[in-house]
């Protein structure tokens, strides 16, 4: 029998900010397509490239909708998407991973400094999205580039 992962959460049950919630650390409350959501930031790192230079996948653009934009990866098959949905996680998108830093300003997470993290927001055929977790730092790169990902999950607040 396996375990069903938290679908959603009840606003009066949320913890404060950085502490623990469905098998991560609660970073925020926020507001994703009129529903208003807890993000959370799962233990795992994940290596790989986001995903074929040169092929632009159709709805992995969304700035605010990580959840979207991996699942477009997975069906395209990046192999670092289908890892973050088996985890019942996503990759965030360019909004979510703003969230993260700013948890991470207020000392309610820790991210990985060393190496620069793929967002789920693709930019072009041949660029997607990245962040140095040392400041902040946004831009894109080449989508064959391998580099971490820090699977985040979201649930509707009730």
């Known amino acids: 029998m396996t375990k069903q992962a938290q679908q959603t959460v009840l606003a009066a049950e949320l913890p404060e900010r950085g502490q623990p919630l469905a098998g991560g650390v609660f970073v925020t409350r926020y507001w994703l397509n ?35 934009n991996t699942r477009a990866m997975a069906e395209a098959g990046s192999v670092i998407a289908v890892k973050a949905l088996e985890l019942d996680g996503f990759i965030p998108s360019c909004l ?29 055929a041949g660029l997607a999205y990245f962040m140095d977790f040392v400041d902040g730092w946004l831009t894109s790169d080449a989508k064959l580039h391998e580099r971490l990902a820090r699977p985040v999950r979201s649930l509707p607040i009730q």
């Open 96 to 124: 979510e991973v703003q969230l993260l830093m700013a948890a991470k300003a207020d000392g309610l997470v820790v991210l990985n400094e060393e190496r620069f993290h793929w967002l789920s927001t693709q930019r072009s």
């Open 34 to 68: 009129g529903v208003e959501r807890a993000l959370i930031l799962l233990p795992d790192e994940l290596v790989g490239p986001w995903g074929e230079y040169g092929v632009e996948i159709k709805g992995a653009d969304s700035y605010s909708d990580g959840e979207a």
